[in-house]
């Protein structure tokens, strides 16, 4: 039976990267029988402005029903006068939350040909792979009590809550730990335990369930010295895990290290292997618009697509395979580009990865 992609492109840059992605499931579908029907819905701002609401129940329905959700980026200027509870990104947040996302993959890997890109010294980044496991349906993004309040001198007060429970730290953790096993058998989980209770427990939650894992190397690390860490060190790094909000952080911090954030994927999964797929960037809106974004995260967010929720290993691997091509011809989005190499747009680059794919 066909498997059902639903398509979110969403705001800003988000419907041109989306469109390169979803040349390269046509060409899968057409060229190499994948079996998939695609459908497009709508979320985020552009959500907002069609139905009033930034994640419309169609919107929730649809992506249920998919075997895959592929999502461009939510979120621009247009919208931040909104109350945040209709924000764009709280479309995001909300799909996350209604498909039981917990569970979110960010792969920072550095492709050989765009070491000159890193900010970092080519011989600290050469070979970087390092996975991040972020939690993404907890902690201070969905915490209780949160909100503005005005206290008695008629100042106002704004407050969230940073709060998990034992049993999301445990299931994130074993994730990480499972990645650990299939990779170089070595996690390091992020927290602030030196400060945050709720983080002091998930230190804890993290060592007792390194104890299943006796081959794992566990260790623990703050995160100020993380993020330092990351861009003094970054190759001490195998598979981390963290908070939602400190994987929002590192993993911004880690894509430079790769050359951009433009060529981050990642993959968010439930319990059962469902998941959404997305770069790990925003809606750019200082460069939507132009035809200049890098579609490469989105198309790498395919492949992980292939590799997680569609069983087709395979496939993940072609497309790998046709992103080192088009690279290797030299072509580069401006995020990408180094003196000697061949500058194109977001549609170009596209083209060129189905063009290698197409080729083999
Ligand atoms: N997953 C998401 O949908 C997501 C993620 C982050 C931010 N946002 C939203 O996006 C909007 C803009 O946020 P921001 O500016 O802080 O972050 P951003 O990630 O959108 O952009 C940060 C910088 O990176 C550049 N950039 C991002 N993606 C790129 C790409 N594919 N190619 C080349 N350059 C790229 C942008 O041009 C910008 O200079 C906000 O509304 C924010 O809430 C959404
Ligand atoms: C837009 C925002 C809600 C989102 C997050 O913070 O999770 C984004 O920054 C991300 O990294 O996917
Ligand atoms: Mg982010």
């Known amino acids: 039976m066909s498997k059902n992609i639903l398509v979110l492109p969403g705001d800003g840059i988000g419907q041109e990267i989306v469109t390169g992605a979803v040349k390269v499931l046509a060409c899968l579908r057409d060229d190499f029988g994948l079996d998939i029907e695609m459908d497009e819905a709508l979320i985020g701002g552009a959500a907002y402005d069609a139905a009033g609401h930034p994640l419309p129940q169609a919107t929730i329905d649809l992506a249920k029903e998919a075997d895959a959700v592929l999502l461009g980026a939510v979120g621009g200027p247009k919208w931040e006068p909104l109350d945040i509870s209709v924000r764009p990104e709280k479309g995001l947040l909300g799909i996350r939350k209604e498909l039981g996302l917990f569970a979110n993959l960010r792969p920072a890997i550095l492709y050989p040909q765009l070491a000159g890109a890193s900010t970092l010294k080519p011989e600290v980044v050469s070979g970087l792979d390092i996975m991040i496991v972020r939690e993404l349906t907890g902690g201070i993004y969905f915490g209780q009590p949160r909100g503005i309040r005005e206290l008695e001198n008629g100042e106002k007060e704004g407050f969230n809550t940073l709060v998990y429970r034992e049993s999301e730290v445990d299931r994130i953790v074993r994730v990480a730990m499972d990645i650990a096993m299939k990779r170089n058998k070595r996690l390091c989980s992020v927290d602030k335990a030196n ?114 929720s569609l069983n087709e290993s395979a496939m993940a691997d072609q497309v790998e395979k046709a992103v080192n091509s088009a690279l290797d011809q030299g072509l580069r989005t401006p995020d990408i580009y180094s003196e000697g190499t061949e500058k194109v747009g977001t549609e170009a680059m596209g083209d060129a990865v189905v063009k290698a794919l197409r080729e083999g």
């Open 195 to 308: 400060v945050l209770e709720c983080t002091e427990m998930w230190r804890d939650v993290a060592t007792k369930v390194g104890a299943d894992y006796p081959e794992v190397a566990l260790s623990h690390m703050y995160v100020d010295n993380a993020a330092m860490q990351l861009v003094r060190a970054p190759k001490q790094f195998d598979v981390m895990v963290t908070t939602n909000m400190f994987g929002d952080i590192l993993s911004d911090c880690a894509s430079m290290l790769t050359g951009s954030i433009g060529m981050l994927p990642s993959a968010s999964l439930d319990e059962h292997g469902k998941g959404m797929y997305e770069p790990i960037h925003g809606s750019a809106p200082d460069i939507s618009g132009k035809g200049v974004a890098n579609p490469l995260a989105t198309i790498l967010s395919v492949a992980m697509m292939l590799r997680y």
